[in-house]
């Protein structure tokens, strides 16, 4: 009887092992994890948390991806390599999150790619160094799990800079002589070192190149300097120093005869006209991310800033909220596209990376920007793909006022220039 | 030649008016109470928040501005009634202080984001002074800035209240025997100083702008120029005050603005070294 019994419990045993083993992938999935890292204690962190939990609450209203619910997993990078890859770890294979968004500064970013490598995870990414794309260029295996969805790679900004200075030649601003104001950080170097060339061609010199420590505020005397020296324009290349609002409100204030227009990124958020009074009436500036509210590049993008101000009260915060929204409906396609093709696990990330491949030059996607990708997962920079638009504030508005293909308003000089 | 001359002597003047009335609130206390209040920062930016957001609501600038010194006074009480229970272990002092401070930094987070805000100006306009441009309001700010620390030097030195406060701050023990109330000289000083700071945030924000993390700032500032002026002296610290403005103003203005905060510190650890005391402390 004993003998029976022992012999009836293997039975039992053998028989779920056997089942369990026999399970089907599809079945044993319940879900979709989507993880979102990034510094959750700032704008570009939260604008990304919000965006990506908008695009899964709409997902799974449609009944989710391939018929799973999707769900969100955060992790906070907060801005240090150390809590960044412990946090994208944690999210990899703790979570199991099956896609990883975000990340931002670019520091922190190539610590990141370590462990997305070591992990392979697929990682829709944000950050601006070009190092991060010529990593994939390099070790392909290795880094193939990354995409660069955000924004464009910080060298193009040296052609958006230019663009804007032959912009407004054409436009009939005579602009012969730039003083240059940029943050004191290595990410300004490659971007003025590209710079000088394009300007050169056009004949235009920099009569002098000023840089900033963080949290400078003094910009009175050096806007009287850029007049005595007859500059045309002040072009500040300002994201670390967090002061572009002083600059500003200075400029506005001593009214100089040269614009102001170049990168500044505190000009991106959509409440600096409120927050400087005013004061950033005609600053003219690039669009970093490629959208701005009061510009949406496409119909998707119009939509998710008004969804985004339903369900958050305001606008989005910072750009990576677009780059954030946009990965998570990328990640939805490639999936499907996976799935319809007969692959045999479409959520398995070296499947996705060759749907993702597709994306290139000569088929697009539009979602809130137009996107595609380079060789090496670089996003595409371009006027029909992503770029810094070159904008300008207007009347307590943001007007995307080059390239003409989505341009929605005209530059306006500011009525004290002289020229 | 002339113009630089000029240039470097005006903003020079305003920068140093400025922090003027940060540092000698905070000199103001530490002479006092003997409380080096990390918290001093708080008043400067919470009061400019304020008027910001008053502002903002439809309300008038003068109103915006009381309600910010308002706030900064409510501020000095807060950090007074923390620091009471504490104020004699220094280092428990310092904790509190700035975990007040990086409470208000959090809160204004919250409340306002991380980028910067600014007050609509007293005056606006710019005057050319020399053939140096310069705006009313920071012409403005200058006459505002002598005029409260002229204030506090006579309310210091020639009124009975001031006079217990300076008895209160040779010997605190001495001013109790002969019936100073020493507390409510704290809590006094602490108020003057906040509103002082207060005020200084709102007219920084009227002329710069201000966000969260420039509390930090506003506090490695006037603790630089308190060390420089000598720990507890006033006029040490005001003195202490245009020499760090002027300091800032010709490196900008000579070597470039990269410079500028590197050089500042750099002279105020060469002038320690030299004189430990700080220009105008006394060894105690």
Redesign the interface.
Known sequence: MRHAKAVLTLLILVAAITALCAQPEKAEREKVIIGVIGPMAVPEGQAEEKAVKLAVEEINAQGGILGYKVEVVVGDTKLDSNTATSEFRRLATVENADVIIGGFSSGVMTAMMETMAETKTLFLADASSPSHAQKVEQNYEKYKYWFRVSQNNGSTFALDLADMVKFLRDSGYEVKKVYVIRDEHVWTDPVIEALKPLLEEMGVKIVKDVKIPRGYSEYEQLILEAENLNADLIMPILAISGTGDILVKQWATLKPNLLLAGHDLSAIDAEFYEKTNGMANYEIFIADGGALVTAPPTEKCREFVEAYKAKYGHYPESHQAYGAYDAVYLYKMVVEMAAENGEKDPFDPDVLVKYLERFNASNPVQLTRTIAFYDNHDLMWGDEYVRNWISQWQDGKQYIIYPPSVANGELKLPPWIQK | MIETLI?IFL?GAV?GGIWGLVASGFSLIFGVSRILNFAHGAAFVSSAFLAYALV?EGYSLYFAVLAGLMLAAVIGVVVYALTKPVREREVMVIIVTLAFALLVQQIL?ILF?????????FV?G?AEIGG????H??LLSFVLAIICLTALEVFITKTNLGKKVMATSQDSRAAMMVGIDIEKMFLLVMVLSSLLAGFAGILYAQI??V?S??SL?ALIYAFAIVILGGLGSLRGSIAASFIVGYI??IT??LL???W??FVMLLTIVAILVVKPTGLFGVEE
């Not at chain 2, 140096?132 to 705006?135: D, F, I, L, M, Y």
């Open positions: 240039k903003f920068v903002n987070l984001g991380d980028r910067g805000v600014s007050v609509e100006p606006k710019v140096v441009k310069v705006t309001m920071r710069f702008a966000n993390e420039v700032r800032l103003v900008i203005t470039g603005a990269r500028s905060e």
